[in-house]
């Protein structure tokens, strides 16, 4: 079955400390990652993809294959990181994408 | 970035009326988009993908004569909800992909309310 799983509905740090949004997924075969994020009363946005291996605003997610996961860091958070962070996967380049439930990250001042 | 354009943005409409959401790429051209449901707290569910002139795909659940979906024009795809109950109530994302690939644009959602 093909299935995304976000197993944290809230996570809350302070500023500056690390956050990690834990995603592990379910999938036969090669599927492509993806990190989306909505901040309050915005569309969603595509904040990072497996396949690009970049870094962007200081958050970065490595593809584990031995353990199905793609987990999204960041050293120190920041306020204006708040918002709500969904874990997808599309099979097959067909753009269909399968979401987690999604992890809202609350960082406190 | 290429933009999405979802319109209304909000909707309230009588039990058993019929409301048409519209989806448009603005700035470039979608052979596919896709229909995605969300309520709240949780997450996106994929209702159907629109591929332009042609019929569109309902994955498993999803009743096409009820969210009819239309992909008239490369820039244009429309969700009518008919005889909309308020269980359907809830609110609809459209994405649209450029070329071929994975890379997908996000409306800023509909709130359809059914009273």
């Known amino acids: 079955a093909q299935r995304v799983t976000q197993p944290e509905k809230l996570l809350s740090v302070f500023k500056g400390a690390p956050v990690e949004l834990k995603c592990n997924y379910s999938?036969?075969?090669?599927?492509?990652l993806f990190w989306y994020v909505q901040y309050s009363r915005q569309r969603l946005q595509l904040l990072l993809r497996?396949?690009s291996r970049e870094s962007i605003k200081g958050f970065t997610a490595d593809l584990n294959k031995g353990e199905t996961s793609f987990h999204l860091k960041k050293p120190f958070a920041q306020e204006e990181d708040s918002a709500m962070y969904y874990c997808?996967?599309?099979?097959?380049?067909?753009?269909?994408?399968?979401f987690g439930q999604g992890t809202t990250l609350q960082v406190k001042p | 970035g290429a933009v999405v354009s979802q319109h209304p943005s909000r909707v309230i409409c009588k039990s058993g009326t019929s409301v048409k959401i519209e989806c448009r790429s603005l700035?470039?051209?979608?052979?596919?988009m896709f229909w995605y449901r969300q309520f709240p707290k949780q997450s996106l569910m994929l209702m159907a993908t629109?591929?332009?002139?042609?019929?569109?795909?309902?994955e498993q659940g999803v009743e096409k004569d009820k969210f009819l979906i239309n992909h008239a024009s490369l820039t244009l795809s429309t969700l009518t909800v008919t005889s909309a109950h308020p269980e359907d109530s809830s609110f609809y994302i459209c994405?649209?992909?450029?070329?071929?690939?994975?890379?997908?644009?996000f409306g800023e959602g509909s709130w359809l309310t059914v009273v």
């Open positions: 700035d470039f051209q979608a052979t596919t």
């Open positions: 629109s591929n332009e002139g042609s019929k569109a795909t309902y």
């Open positions: 497996h396949i």
């Open positions: 994405s649209a992909r450029i070329g071929t690939g994975n890379t997908i644009y």
């Open positions: 997808a996967l599309s099979g097959s380049n067909t753009g269909k994408l399968i």
């Open positions: 999938y036969s075969g090669s599927p492509e």
